[in-house]
């Protein structure tokens, strides 16, 4: 894939299934594919103009192509993500067939581009990664270490598919050859997706996940392993006995899917679910709630994930919409091209226009915009879009976890896959963001200068602690000083940290939606999760948007 971030061009390696290789230009015709576009689309996509201004170059696929007519997504094509009017972003490409095409990812272009400027200077953001489809061949040629940057922070899998579980001999290749295929040292999260397991057969995959716990555990094994279902199975699940979830390294996580006019009913289901996990000590849930418009009211959801703060530590809330309303959406324009074409033909025109006149708009569904006002709206201003940091900035967090123990990882998403904050109760607040104790860009630089001090090998020790103590302290707000303090004593090197004045930490995270009509390569090759290849039955592709 051909990614340009100003006047830069450099090739990288999709993460699609091995099916798409033809995803992949070689160097020699990546560039001279961005000219092949005509009409004003072409300007767009090579330099801009007065109405778009590029912040990155990428490819895409025509989803009138791959969808309506049924083409497949094995073809891409050159696109490009402006800022259109100074009022929206927009994934941008132009399609022989269907002329140019547009997708709607902000209408907030000031926070989107400061969540890119965010990690303009990590060497890391940007840079050629390569080619994960087929790791193991890479490994060999490429010897890849932990410095390597593609590699996936979570690896999932599924355990129940197509209406039944996933055979153990398939399940223990995907595992195998993902291990073979990263290095030995780096650490990561293994999530096992679980699906619509009939009730009758909870018993069956509590046995099939304790099996696979003993199996894979110390190197190269998962140093986390997240179990993900319905919250009704998850009951189910919790209520057993000898249930996968008294393993300390096991998380419980629960998609729900919010519904416009079904608040109170959502709250008492959710209500459920942390009844029925209580009685195991010590758990910790996470949350991950799906959105799509008509957008409900999260007043109540917000304050009850505040209430169960001390059992949920991570939140994400992802914005979608329909595939379905997409698709016909599609055919409709697809019917309505097709009319004006056979009328121009009749009309002895020549075919299809050219004009700009022909764009057309995919619908602003994937636009996190509207979650972040909801989100303020719920919490009164408590939570808004300036708390938010791009997920990408935790990526200065590996060598501090690493020193202190808690593993080796690589979290290096797209700056543009996501953002988050984390949510801190203290004596004098509750769940509130850590913006409002801490300059965010300043503690940002602060530990990522402290983290390129901390050679591959170190351990913690009291000079460490000490330079780590005086970051926080160099980006602590003035009006936040005093818990700050009670947030550096957490830092001791011997002896339980004090907990007195804080109580709890949430990771809130806002996840992007990439769906059929908006695939980003760019953001494809730098996705943070992996998933076995669907369509091959070996090899990985990307988790954002799975294998078409």
């Known amino acids: 894939m051909l990614v340009e971030y100003g006047n830069k061009a450099v090739v990288k390696s999709v993460r699609v299934c091995n099916n798409c290789e033809r995803w992949k230009p070689n160097t020699a015709s990546a560039i001279p594919s961005m000219m092949k576009n005509s009409g004003n689309a072409a300007g767009v996509l090579e330099k801009g103009d007065a109405k778009n201004k590029i912040i990155y170059k990428t490819r895409t696929v025509c989803a009138k192509c791959a969808v309506v007519e049924g083409k497949g997504f094995d073809s891409s094509i050159p696109a490009a993500v402006v800022v259109r009017n100074n009022k929206q972003v927009c994934l941008v490409a132009t399609c022989p067939r269907h002329m140019e095409f547009s997708t709607v990812l902000s209408t907030n272009p000031s926070f989107f581009q400061s969540q890119l400027e965010y990690v303009k200077d990590d060497a890391r953001s940007g840079g050629v990664g390569g080619d994960i489809e087929d790791l193991a061949t890479l490994n060999a040629k490429m010897k890849l270490t932990s410095k390597s940057d593609n590699h996936p922070f979570m690896f999932e899998v599924g355990v129940f598919e197509n209406g039944e579980f996933v055979k153990r001999s398939r399940l223990h290749r995907q595992l195998s050859e993902f291990h073979r295929s990263k290095p030995p040292e780096l650490n990561y999260v293994l999530q096992f997706n679980c699906g619509l397991v009939p009730k009758h057969e909870i018993a069956k995959l509590n046995r099939l996940l304790l099996d696979l716990e ?118 409709s324009e697809q019917e309505e091209e097709e009319e004006e074409e056979s009328s121009a033909n009749e009309a002895g025109e020549g075919g299809r226009a050219t004009s700009s006149n022909t764009s057309t708009n995919t619908s602003a569904g994937v636009d996190a915009e509207k979650l972040l006002y909801a989100i303020s709206k719920a919490t009164k201003g408590r939570i808004t879009a300036n708390d938010m940091i791009p997920l990408r900035a935790l990526g200065a967090l590996e060598p501090l976890l690493r020193v202190m123990g808690h593993g080796r990882y690589s979290i290096r998403p797209h700056a543009s896959c996501g953002f988050g904050t984390c949510l801190i109760s203290t004596k004098t607040t509750t769940s509130s963001p850590v913006s409002r104790f801490f300059n965010m860009k300043k503690l940002y630089k602060q530990i990522r200068a402290f983290g390129s001090k901390i050679g591959p090998a170190q351990t913690i020790n009291l000079a460490i602690l000490r330079e780590l103590r005086s970051a926080l302290k160099a980006s602590a707000l003035p009006q936040a000083s005093s818990d700050v ?25 806002v996840h992007t939606h990439m769906d059929f009509a908006s695939i980003d390569a760019s953001r494809r090759c730098e996705c943070a999760v992996l998933t076995p290849a669907a369509l091959t039955g070996t090899g990985f592709t990307a988790g954002c948007t799975r294998c078409f």
């Open 485 to 509: 303090a009670a947030m550096i004593d957490l830092l001791k090197l011997n002896g339980p940290p004090s907990t007195e004045s804080i109580k709890d930490f949430q990771f809130m995270l």
């Open 214 to 331: 003993h199996e894979f555990k110390g190197p190269p094994g998962p140093s986390m392993i997240v179990v993900n279902m319905p919250f009704d199975r998850m009951i189910d699940l919790a209520s057993l006995d000898n249930t996968v979830l008294l393993k300390s390294r096991v998380y419980p996580s629960v998609k729900y899917f919010l519904v416009a006019s079904k608040e109170d009913d959502y709250i008492v289901e959710l209500d459920q679910l942390v009844a029925a996990l209580s009685d195991i000590s010590d758990i910790r849930l996470i949350i991950d709630l799906v959105l799509e418009q008509p957008m409900p009211d999260l007043t109540q959801i917000m304050a009850w994930l505040a209430k169960n703060r001390s059992m949920i530590p991570v939140v994400v809330l992802t914005m979608v919409r329909s595939p379905t309303e997409v698709y016909r959406r599609m055919v």
